[in-house]
Structure formats: C-alpha cells, structure tokens
C-alpha cells in the first residue's frame, strides 16, 4: 500500500481504527511475496482457566471459569505427551482441504496464579481449533476422568472423536507469531 507518511504514523492510524482488545505494536515494511499464514515460522498461544468455585466476573472473558479443582500435575504429566513432532489429527482439521495434520509443537507448560491456571504453547504452525482441543483433552485428565497416559492414547488414534471437549474460546489468546 502508498504510505506518505511515517511509520508511526501508520501504526497510530491502524490502531485508531482497531478495537480496544486489539493492537499493532510494530510494523515494518515485507516483500510482495510474504505471506503473514506460511512465512510464520512459529506461533505461541496461551489459554487461561479460571479454576475457582466461585465465578469472577473480571475473568469472565479472558478465561474458561472451571469450578471443578482441576490437578494441574496431573495436566502437566498429560502434556508431555503433546510436545514434539505427530500428527495432530485427533486435535483438529487443517485449514487448508487437502493440508496435512503433522506439527511440530516445541513448548506445552501449564503454570498457576493464584486461581488462574495458564497453558502456554508453542508449535511451528496449529490446526483449526487444535489449542482449545488439548485443553479440553487435558481437562478431562485435570478433572480425574481420564489418565494423563489417555493424551498419548488420544494423539496415536488420530480421531478427533477421541479427544476431550471443545474448550471455550474466551480463554484463548494469541501471543506471539515468529518470522
């Protein structure tokens, strides 16, 4: 696009016209050929659960309210099992038709604050609804109704009828997208 002005001063008008939860922190100028999808070398997402009986209407739309105690060893033994190179079938379709389903995923960890229990990952690329897929998977683990060794059980099926619920999207968030 033609840009008579500076930088900043594009970063300001794109922001002007975004909403609130939603912001450009830098930019800079790609070749014709980029392609935001396949020059990304590595995206990380995080999901939140907030793990407390009582709901909180300040984590409302940033986090999956479970009021179940969730055992987060239990969903940190699980995820183990995710970290690496497979076939991720079972989590998700991929966004293109005729796409495949193998990724690469480099980090999965679980951490708590206070009430929040935090999923970060990271792979080279995800499928379509593949991040709120294992964590309803490791939810069904947190919850005690499934043995963290059902995850590898899950991955190996390669049957998206194999894994846990579909975790709601307001705890989902995109972080990070490398190039």
């Not at 900043?8 to 980029?34: Q, Y």
């Not at 995206?43 to 105690?69: D, G």
């Not at 079972?90 to 999923?119: A, C, Q, Y």
Request: no cysteine; glycine share 6%; aromatic share 10%.
């Amino acid at each position: 696009m033609e840009w008579r002005h500076t930088e900043h001063e594009l970063l300001r008008a794109i922001n002007s016209g975004l909403p609130a939860d939603i912001v450009v922190r830098t930019l800079s100028l790609a070749s014709v050929e980029f392609d935001p999808r396949r020059s990304a070398r590595w995206r990380s997402y995080q999901y939140r659960i907030y793990n407390a009986e009582v709901r909180s209407p300040l984590q409302m739309r940033r986090s999956w309210h479970v009021k179940i105690e969730l055992d987060l060893d239990a969903m940190r033994s699980g995820a183990k099992y995710l970290v690496g190179k497979y076939d991720f079938a079972s989590f998700g379709k991929s966004p293109d038709k005729v796409g495949h389903t193998v990724r690469n995923v480099r980090r999965l960890e679980w951490r708590s604050d206070n009430n929040i229990l935090i999923m970060d990952i990271e792979a080279n690329a995800f499928l379509y609804r593949m991040v709120r897929s294992i964590v309803g998977t490791l939810y069904m683990v947190g919850v005690g109704s499934w043995k963290s060794s059902v995850v590898e059980e899950v991955l190996y099926a390669r049957d998206r009828n194999r894994s846990g619920p579909l975790a709601p999207a307001q705890g989902l968030t995109l972080i990070k997208i490398e190039f």
